[in-house]
């Protein structure tokens, strides 16, 4: 027998393990801190050992248990970044898609995998007012956000054969609030970053459309080529949505691809469609199931509404994956339409968990999260030595500790930083940063099917909690 085999028995054995050991995680998930109590170099120092020439067999077990104490525990207090905090449905079946290891590439190589991924493309279009898009899982939003620029650019500025020419320059334009993720891929692209017009906002975050009108029209003027606008459907700092219907209009004036990077914010039109109206005008859409659809990490997905737009951009292939067939379904080759080639399965948790919550406990858990933004927020404005620093559109609140007002910008800056730090160390809720108008904030996102009333309400007592420990 190879050493590697285990019989169907062991198998049985290693899973028990290994479920008791995630079941207990979830057991006493409230009742943990979040980070974990070793420091960097304690950690380190713990994993750092050399490679096991010999067989540990379920003695490695421990190691595991190991692991969940030194993570951080995503629980209802967990605020910070934009994460969704995992469902366990979905979860379970990651371990089946594991064992079955499909390569979802081609029909032929997954035929049910790929037929699940199509099917759940095509809900999320459906539910994104999307109808008649395409689209692929992707690792996330910002593989996502590449992908539909790579399409941008071949669509607008064709580069595949000969790379990026463009006589009198190209142009891409993004609101100040753009996600990080686009500057990276524009200049993973050769599209030089220098490209990137940054358009102003408004006092809510968002993009000014005409603006970005007055800056395309003066590009046009010097025959620059507009390559794509990136509208965002959920800003990373504050959830602001740009206004769609009006860029819709613009980019499509101008000759542009329109992308809406709705990584953070898109999915929460399950709940509230009549915020993203206008999403449906868009060329490419990013989504991200392992954000606002709670999946586990990974689980990105991009839209486009012309699958050859992606087959120009990602068609590229060897000899030695070419499909042998007409049969649409049969022939269809995901890497033809994707920057991957092996793909793992992830349409499999995202499909279960939908059928296993149904679309409707998605919807409710979401409306759940945009109330207990608007909770959270009453909260700071009941406080008066916090002030709130952005409209909650969504579900990110941003807000500082500002005392009696009688600190300067430089001063509350800096205390402010020293809270975030000890709110964390604290380890009873965790929050993230953001700077606004070269503000320092302190921001939750909430995006957690754990988080209760009560845990919100924690939020403001915790901050002035560490706000004492640190004046
Ligand atoms: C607006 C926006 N776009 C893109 C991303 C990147 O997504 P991912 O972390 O899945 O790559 C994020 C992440 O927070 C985001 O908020």
Known sequence: MNPIEISPAEFQRVCDRVLKIAAEYLQDINARKIPPEERGTELLSLYCSLAPETRMGLQAIPGLEDVVRHSRAQNGRFFGYVLGSGDPVAAATDLLCSVLNQNVTAWRSAPAAVAIERTVVDWLAQAMGCQNFRGVLTGG??????????????????????????????????????????????????????????????????????LLEDAMRRDKDRGVTPVAVVATAGTVNTAAIDPLPQIAAITSQYGAWLHVDGAYG??????????????????????????????????????????????????????????????????????????????????????????????????????????????????????????????????????????????????????????????????????????????????????????????????????????????
């Not at 109330?371 to 008066?384: C, D, F, K, N, P």
Request: hydrophobic share 40%.
């Open 141 to 210: 939003g910002s593989s996502a956000n590449l992908m539909a620029l790579a399409m941008a650019r071949e669509a607008k500025a064709a580069a595949n054969e000969r790379g990026v020419r463009a006589d009198n320059g190209l142009a891409i334009y993004a609101s100040s609030e753009v996600h990080m993720s686009i500057p990276k891929a524009i200049s993973l692209l050769g599209l030089g970053r220098e490209n990137l017009r940054l358009i102003p906002v408004d006092e809510s975050f968002r993009m000014v459309p005409e």
């Open 266 to 471: 898109a999915l929460a039109a399950i709940a509230v469609p009549q915020k993203f109206a206008g999403l449906g005008q868009a060329d490419s859409v990013s989504l991200d199931p392992h954000k606002w659809l709670y999946q586990p990490i990974d689980c990105g997905c991009v839209l486009f509404r012309d699958s050859s737009a992606a087959q120009r951009a990602f068609s590229n292939s060897g000899e030695y994956v070419r499909t042998h067939t007409d049969d649409p379904i049969e022939g269809y080759a995901v890497f033809e339409e994707s920057i991957e080639l092996s793909r793992r399965f992830r349409a499999l948790k995202l499909w279960f968990s939908l059928r296993y919550h149904g679309f409707s406990a998605f919807r409710k858990s979401i409306e759940k999260d945009l109330l207990h933004a608007q909770r959270l927020g009453e909260s700071i404005r009941r406080e008066s030595a916090l002030e709130l620093m952005a409209p909650i559109e969504l579900s990110a609140v941003c807000f500082r500790f500002i005392g009696d007002r009688s600190s300067d910008e430089l001063e509350l800056n800096r205390l402010n930083a020293a809270i975030l730090r000890r709110i964390v160390e604290r380890g009873h809720v965790y929050l993230s940063n953001a700077t606004l108008q070269s503000k320092f904030c302190l921001r939750a996102c909430i995006v957690n099917h754990r988080t209760t009333d009560s845990d919100i309400d924690g939020v403001t007592k915790e901050v002035l909690a560490a706000t004492r420990d640190v004046m």
